[in-house]
Structures are given as structure tokens and as C-alpha cells.
């Protein structure tokens, strides 16, 4: 976890205020988005992916950092995976019906699947993020974002693996989608864990709200394969 160590000047009555205050002392302004973005810049690609990690090997105190100081790029790595396994699938399926596909198709429609993929994320974040908030929910579209981004990565496993599944036989379409299926699972878990730490909404409300999203997601993501 990255912790704040210099102080911050409130908005609002411009005194210095110190570490470890979510609100200002002097005037009880919510200093909580500024501590929010100043963390999010001391951010480095090996936090990043030391969070990706995390996610699996410490789940609950990860989700809890990754809802605390929110972030777009690792979402954007774990969808980008993502989309090349998806199209991946693409390719072996065509290949097994005799339509070899080249590098430049491949790459048109690995930056389609990336497109949609990502566009699904942010369209289904800003869904849940609105109906949280009609709960009274209190988190903000970034973390939504990032709870549903970082709750990806074992569907990433899941597709992984089917995708090899399928490099054996490509017409194994149904064994790849029940390998899938804990790992969505999993997921719904992830994010449950994250929003109910974002939201300060009950726990059967967040978990409602997480096989929601990833119910259009698989949706959209089988569509996509």
C-alpha cells in the first residue's frame, strides 16, 4: 500500500493539513479525492502489476487498496490480455474450419476486440456505478471502474485456459466455457469484496450487482470468441 507522507493544502481554508487526516481539521472539508489522486500519481508499473498479483495471491486487503487509490491502467492490461485471448480463440475456431487468418486480420480484430472490450468495461462501470449510487452507495466511478477492471484478471485465467483447450481441439467450444465458469465465479467474488468496501452498501447488494456485471460481460465476451 502507498501511504501519504507529505501534507496537503485544503481547498478551502488553504491551511496545511497532515498526513494521515481524511478531512480537514480547520474546516472539515473531505480531503479524501485529493489523497485519492496524489496517491494514484506515485503509482508505477510495478505496483500495477504487483496488484494484478495480489488480487489472487491477497484478495481482500488488495481490493481494499485498489478501491482506496483507483487506477485505470492495470484494468487496461488485464482487457488488452483479455482481447488477445479472445481473438486468439477467434483464430484457432477459423482455423479449424479451414479459414486461415493472417497477421494483418489478426491485428484488425484483436484492436476490434480490444475496442469493445473496453468500451463493454467503462459502459457496464458507469451502469453499476449509477444504480449504487440511486442505493445511496458513496464510491465513485472510478472505483467502480477499477473494482470491475482488477476483478477480471482470474476470467483472464479461465479464458486461458479454454483457449488451450481449444489449440487441442477447436471444436471443444463447451469444455471451454464450463472451465470458465469458476473463474467467473471468482470474479463476482473479487468484485463483491471491492465494491462493498467502496460503497458502504450492504454486502447481498454488492454481491448482486457483481454477477449482474459479469453476466453481460460473459455475454458480450462470448459473443465476442
Avoid: H
Avoid at 477492471?149 to 482470474?154: Q, T
Amino acid at each position: 500500500m502507498i501511504f501519504m507522507e507529505k501534507p496537503i493544502r485544503c481547498p478551502s481554508c488553504r491551511n496545511l493539513v497532515p498526513s494521515g487526516y481524511f478531512m480537514c481539521p480547520y474546516c472539515g472539508t473531505d480531503l479524501r479525492l485529493i489523497i485519492r489522486l496524489r496517491m494514484r500519481l506515485r503509482l508505477k508499473m510495478k505496483d500495477i502489476i504487483k496488484r494484478m498479483r495480489d488480487v489472487v495471491m491477497k484478495p481482500k486487503s488488495t481490493m481494499q487498496e485498489i478501491v482506496a487509490v483507483p487506477d485505470y491502467l492495470g484494468p487496461s492490461l488485464i482487457t488488452l490480455v483479455l482481447a488477445l485471448f479472445l481473438s486468439m480463440r477467434y483464430v484457432i475456431i477459423s482455423s479449424s474450419l479451414g479459414l486461415i487468418i493472417g497477421l494483418y486480420p489478426f491485428l484488425v480484430i484483436l484492436f476490434l476486440n480490444v475496442l469493445i472490450a473496453m468500451s463493454i468495461w467503462f459502459i457496464i462501470s458507469a451502469i453499476i456505478n449509477w444504480i449504487f449510487r440511486l442505493f445511496g452507495g458513496t464510491q465513485t466511478f472510478d472505483q467502480t471502474a477499477a473494482a470491475i477492471g482488477y476483478s477480471l484478471v482470474p476470467i483472464v485465467f479461465g479464458v486461458f485456459l479454454g483457449t488451450l483447450t481449444l489449440i487441442g481441439n477447436p471444436m471443444s467450444g463447451g469444455i471451454a466455457i464450463a472451465i470458465l465458469i469458476p473463474f467467473v465465479i471468482w470474479s463476482v467474488i473479487l468484485c463483491s469484496i471491492a465494491l462493498y468496501y467502496a460503497s458502504n452498501l450492504p454486502l447481498i447488494t454488492c454481491v448482486l450487482a457483481s454477477i449482474l456485471a459479469f453476466l453481460i460481460l460473459a455475454f458480450f465476451f462470448f459473443v465476442m470468441s
